[in-house]
């Protein structure tokens, strides 16, 4: 590997951006992340970029204003410090749900982060699993969309599920659902459900045949998993045996993880993109996979302008 290759973290995510580099044989960069009393993020570098390869890794998790922030002070003072090139890591990218315009007078969240990451500075951008794919379109700089599923598709084969049965929780994932069906050899079903608000979700109907069989439900993200338990509920009503589920990013607020605890759900299986919380670290049938084997073989090819294609695979 080249020697002009730094990575850097904020606040946002240490351990994951530690776990990166050591999968990567490389020293974490040099830097200090502080506030002043009234909350003001100050960054500063304590090493020499300039010239350098930079890659800053910091996933737009709670609090997400604050975590985007730092990520776009990082990133400005890279550039100022004129590193060759910066690329933003974020394994969870932040505001991705607000994508459209579904309502009258909102905004696209999530074009403005893009357009907000690059004037501050990023020249490309590293994610993975985002809540819809046509938001790469959303930015003029290259974007690298890894996806989780090698890992957790991974662990899923280990287990020998007989049975088994891929469902989505909306029609909006068919299509990262078929994708885990296919490399599972499995068939899939779609949960029909109506939002009726905000994190608020009412089933109506389920397509495919789930009787007798062991359940996987795919999703990017469980935030409050309010619907998640729901589906689990009505598969389990429709004759399934078991129900598991497996996603990206485990964002677990409000009462999700209480919620998961108490569920009839056998695990849920999630990633390391952000922090874990607490309690959730003591919840029984909850488990979590590193994705920093997965994040480092990405910033190794990107460093080394070599193809990322066989990370999708």
């Known amino acids: 590997m080249k020697d002009d290759l730094k990575i850097f973290t904020g606040t946002a995510h240490r351990a994951l951006a530690e776990e990166i580099c050591n999968s990567l044989g490389l020293p974490l960069g040099n830097s200090s992340v502080t506030r002043f009393s009234d909350g003001e993020v100050y960054f500063q570098i304590l090493e020499n970029v300039r010239g350098e390869d930079v890659f800053a890794i910091q996933p ?7 975590t985007l922030v730092e990520l776009l002070l990082m990133i400005d003072a890279f550039k100022r410090s004129s590193a060759r090139r910066i690329t933003a ?12 315009k579904d309502k009258p007078r909102v905004p696209i969240s999530a074009k403005l982060v893009a357009n907000v990451l690059s004037t501050a500075g990023a ?3 590293l994610t993975m699993d985002l809540h819809v794919p046509q938001i790469q379109g959303f930015f003029d700089i290259p974007v690298d969309h890894l996806f989780a599923a090698p890992v957790l598709v991974d662990y899923f084969q280990k287990l020998n599920l007989r049975d088994l049965i891929v469902v989505s929780p909306d029609a909006g994932g068919v299509e990262r659902a078929r994708a885990y069906a296919k490399k599972l050899n499995t068939n899939l079903a779609i949960i029909d459900k109506r939002r009726v608000d905000a994190n608020v979700a009412e089933i109506v109907h389920i397509v495919g045949e789930v009787e007798g069989r062991t359940v996987l439900i795919v999703d990017d993200m469980i935030d409050t998993a309010g619907t998640l338990v729901k589906s689990a509920e009505a598969l389990l009503q429709q004759g399934a045996k078991k129900v598991y589920a497996c996603c990206s990013h485990p964002v677990f607020s409000g009462p999700a993880v209480q919620r ?6 056998e695990e849920v299986v999630v990633t390391n993109s952000i922090p874990l919380a607490k309690d959730a670290k003591k919840a029984e049938n909850i488990r979590v996979l590193s994705v920093a084997e997965l994040l480092g073989k990405a910033i190794r090819s990107i460093h080394e302008e070599s193809s990322v294609s066989s990370l999708f695979i």
Do not use: H
């Open 60 to 66: 737009t998790c709670r609090p997400v204003d604050s």
């Open 260 to 265: 998961i605890r108490e569920s009839c759900l």
């Open 89 to 100: 890591v974020l394994p969870y990218f932040g505001y991705a749900r607000q994508d459209r």
């Open 123 to 125: 020249n490309r951008v």
